[in-house]
């Protein structure tokens, strides 16, 4: 069964190909199908299935498509996804224009769960250190991430003076969802000598 699932990956690499690059992992007992780590698509047990949407779902409802369906500890679960079946696969055009309605909707979704998502929730990011990003205007996860971590120590330092390096280095951590100590040596030291050279610079 895995080789009729690296098949069928490989041929919705290749017919998918507008959407971009494919990416794919395992997940759920089969794999995940992702642009630019976006979900939109599943392959399990040589079958493609794609994420539910408003366009999608239309569709296969209306065709009373198979969902996905999961096992999990002897309890199935039915998962959102839609299995495509061969009249799918033999009009491309149509894949894609579904795949792609599958793709910005998970896009959409990710986006808005990011906007919600708190900044204590990050690693590395105590309540006082949201609160304290919040006074300088960075008050959701969005905003850190386009400020980055050097700007945002900044401005986190314009109303504490004494914040050191290691809150340079847990920001650039939980802007990339890693604890700080995971942090690449090559970043975390790069980031400590800029962090240094800022503070030298502050104190003439």
Request: with cysteine.
């Amino acid at each position: 069964m895995k080789n009729k699932s690296y098949a069928r990956i490989h041929q919705s690499k290749e017919y998918l190909s507008p959407l971009g690059e494919i990416g794919c992992r395992s997940l759920f007992g089969g794999y995940s199908l992702t642009v630019e780590n976006v979900v939109f698509a599943m392959v399990s047990e040589g079958e493609l299935y794609l994420r539910a949407c408003e366009q999608t779902e239309v569709y296969f409802v209306k065709r009373a498509s198979q969902p996905l369906l999961y096992n999990k500890r002897g309890r199935t679960i039915e998962l959102n996804y839609y299995r495509v079946d061969e009249g799918l696969w033999s009009d491309r055009e149509k894949l894609v224009q579904l795949s792609m309605d599958a793709l910005f909707s998970a896009r959409r979704e990710k986006s808005r769960q990011r906007a919600q998502q708190r900044l204590k929730d990050l690693p590395n990011l105590t309540h006082s250190l949201e609160m304290m990003l919040w006074e300088v205007g960075i008050a959701d996860v969005r905003t850190l991430h386009a400020y980055g971590a050097k700007r945002s120590w900044i401005k986190l330092r314009g109303v504490k003076k004494g914040l050191g390096v290691q809150v340079l280095l847990a920001l650039a951590g939980a802007i990339c969802g890693i604890h700080e100590a995971a942090l690449p040596a090559a970043t975390r030291q790069e980031l400590v000598e800029w962090g240094h050279h800022y503070e030298q610079r502050q104190r003439r």
